[in-house]
């Protein structure tokens, strides 16, 4: 989802003549999103460009109503550039989703690609297509919807109702502890041919992208991890995420289960080294899953269940080790020294 997610950056090919719609950009990419709004503000009489700059930069910041004004001015401009009707289509797709307007996001993912106006804006608008159901690929899938999500099924299942109502119950559940509330539905696809997705996105199912409240998964995954990715961006402003709490927290709420010391304790006699939380935490990228989530499953618990929800709440802003030292003081040493050595011992 390189192009989708990052489009924002690569969109601006304007023919700028003033230097202040240049600075405009400058600090659309500088991420100074009000600053950028009210520059381009100025040029909307002169520069169709300023609709898709407005246009994106409210995307950004989540204001998908007021978004789709400008972006539809940009995309219907007679004198704007392909490039900027492309990309007003693009955001459009983008923020209609968000509204939970599947047939307007189609058209507009649709009329982007069919412009053809440049190779980026056809690659972000192909990867909303897949992400976001709007392909034919999906022509044939049910979509059920219910009070906290939006169930897009492959094939809908015997018991479905059964599976839409556990997955409530579990988003209920989690949520009794985060009290996150998100932008919109978790748009929750369900695939039956696991093969078939790992192609579509060349990674193996699940996954979730908070920022847009998408997630893809099938029948055989855990209840919780997805569900908890998508609650627990939204229980503080995540600035500094780090793999070993995002991973361990959905592990932790996952629902299977599972003893992850007893996990973690099969697999540490064969990888040939002494695991240690504190360098997992401060590698976290390098950390195979395999270790990664019963490591952060048995950190995050432990953590929550020593200290509390509120310090816990407080780590999710900046999930780093130095966060955490501020937070906890010399009682996360101890505790991971804990953990280490039981995970270690015999
Ligand atoms: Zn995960």
């Given at each position: 989802?390189?192009?989708?997610?990052?489009?924002?950056?690569?969109?601006?090919?304007?023919?700028?003549?003033?230097?202040?719609?240049?600075?405009?950009?400058?600090?659309?990419?500088?991420?100074?999103?009000?600053?950028?709004?009210?520059?381009?503000?100025?040029?909307?009489?002169?520069?169709?460009?300023?609709?898709?700059?407005?246009?994106?930069?409210?995307?950004?910041?989540?204001?998908?109503?007021?978004?789709?004004?400008?972006?539809?001015?940009?995309?219907?401009?007679?004198?704007?550039?392909?490039?900027?009707?492309?990309?007003?289509?693009?955001?459009?797709?983008?923020?209609?989703?968000?509204?939970?307007?599947?047939?307007?996001?189609?058209?507009?993912?649709?009329?982007?690609?069919?412009?053809?106006?440049?190779?980026?804006?056809?690659?972000?608008?192909?990867?909303?297509?897949?992400?976001?159901?709007?392909?034919?690929?999906?022509?044939?899938?049910?979509?059920?919807?219910?009070?906290?999500?939006?169930?897009?099924?492959?094939?809908?299942?015997?018991?479905?109702?059964?599976?839409?109502?556990?997955?409530?119950?579990?988003?209920?559940?989690?949520?009794?502890?985060?009290?996150?509330?998100?932008?919109?539905?978790?748009?929750?696809?369900?695939?039956?041919?696991?093969?078939?997705?790992?192609?579509?996105?060349?990674?193996?199912?699940?996954?979730?992208?908070?920022?847009?409240?998408?997630?893809?998964?099938?029948?055989?995954?855990?209840?919780?991890?997805?569900?908890?990715?998508?609650?627990?961006?939204?229980?503080?402003?995540?600035?500094?995420?780090?793999?070993?709490?995002?991973?361990?927290?959905?592990?932790?709420?996952?629902?299977?289960?599972?003893?992850?010391?007893?996990?973690?304790?099969?697999?540490?006699?064969?990888?040939?080294?002494?695991?240690?939380?504190?360098?997992?935490?401060?590698?976290?990228?390098?950390?195979?899953?395999?270790?990664?989530?019963?490591?952060?499953?048995?950190?995050?618990?432990?953590?929550?269940?020593?200290?509390?929800?509120?310090?816990?709440?407080?780590?999710?802003?900046?999930?780093?080790y130095?966060n955490a030292k501020?937070l906890y003081?010399?009682?996360l040493?101890?505790?991971?020294?804990?953990?280490?050595?039981?995970?270690?011992?015999?």
């Open positions: 989802m390189k192009y989708l997610l990052s489009g924002f950056l690569l969109v601006l090919c304007l023919s700028a003549d003033g230097q202040t719609m240049k600075d405009a950009i400058s600090l659309f990419e500088k991420g100074q999103l009000d600053s950028s709004i009210a520059t381009a503000k100025q040029y909307m009489q002169t520069e169709p460009g300023a609709y898709q700059l407005i246009g994106q930069s409210l995307v950004k910041q989540g204001k998908y109503a007021e978004a789709i004004m400008y972006l539809e001015k940009g995309k219907n401009s007679l004198n704007a550039e392909p490039s900027v009707r492309a990309w007003c289509m693009n955001d459009l797709g983008i923020a209609w989703f968000m509204r939970g307007a599947y047939e307007k996001a189609k058209e507009n993912i649709k009329a982007c690609i069919d412009l053809n106006a440049t190779t980026n804006s056809v690659r972000s608008a192909r990867e909303a297509a897949i992400l976001f159901g709007l392909s034919e690929l999906y022509d044939s899938w049910a979509r059920k919807e219910s009070t906290h999500f939006v169930f897009h099924f492959q094939h809908i299942p015997d018991n479905a109702e059964f599976y839409i109502a556990a997955n409530e119950m579990a988003y209920d559940s989690i949520n009794r502890f985060f009290r996150s509330t998100l932008p919109k539905k978790i748009d929750y696809f369900v695939w039956d041919d696991t093969k078939l997705a790992e192609r579509t996105f060349h990674q193996p199912l699940a996954f979730t992208k908070t920022l847009f409240c998408v997630t893809h998964t099938s029948m055989h995954n855990t209840r919780g991890h997805e569900i908890t990715h998508n609650i627990s961006m939204y229980a503080n402003t995540v600035k500094k995420p780090n793999m070993l709490v995002f991973e361990g927290i959905a592990s932790y709420f996952d629902f299977s289960g599972r003893d992850w010391m007893k996990e973690i304790k099969k697999i540490a006699p064969h990888i040939g080294y002494i695991i240690s939380i504190k360098s997992i935490w401060l590698s976290s990228e390098h950390t195979p899953v395999t270790i990664l989530y019963p490591a952060g499953a048995l950190l995050t618990g432990s953590l929550i269940q020593q200290f509390g929800r509120e310090k816990f709440i407080q780590l999710l802003a900046d999930q780093s130095e501020k003081g010399s009682a040493d101890e505790l991971i020294a804990g953990l280490d050595r039981e995970i270690n011992s015999n």
